[in-house]
């Protein structure tokens, strides 16, 4: 098994920052991609930003250029920094592990709040 925990949800400002961690243990060794999905109220979970260990990534549309993502392989954590936060981008954002950049992995943690509201 593989545990994941993210951090840094938060209330932010239209146009804010924000940076979410997500630290994997156990059995890590079985993960090679870790990535980053998001669900709003009432909408279905969408993928925000994959990244495999060897650096290739993914991101969703809506968040090209605004969202980076990015993996600290020694920690094994995968960071997610937000910036020009929109309303829109409100949800509880979930870390995901898997060998597979095609699809989500059979990892999840327990999810973030990110609130973007004046």
């Known amino acids: 098994q593989v545990q994941l925990v993210e951090s840094g949800g938060d209330l932010v400002q239209p146009g804010g920052s924000l940076r979410l961690s997500c630290a994997a243990s156990?059995?890590?060794?079985?993960?090679?991609?870790m990535g980053w999905y998001r669900q709003a109220p009432g909408k279905q979970r969408e993928l925000v930003a994959v990244?495999?260990?060897?650096?290739?990534?993914k991101y969703l549309d809506s968040v090209k250029g605004r969202f980076t993502i990015s993996i600290d392989n020694a920690r094994n954590t995968v960071y997610l920094q937000m910036m020009s936060l929109k309303p829109e981008d409100t949800a509880v954002y979930y870390c995901n592990a898997g060998q597979t950049f095609l699809a989500s992995g059979p990892y999840w943690g327990p999810g973030t709040q990110v609130t973007v509201s004046s």
């Open positions: 990244i495999t260990k060897g650096g290739s990534i």
């Open positions: 156990g059995r890590i060794f079985s993960i090679s991609v």
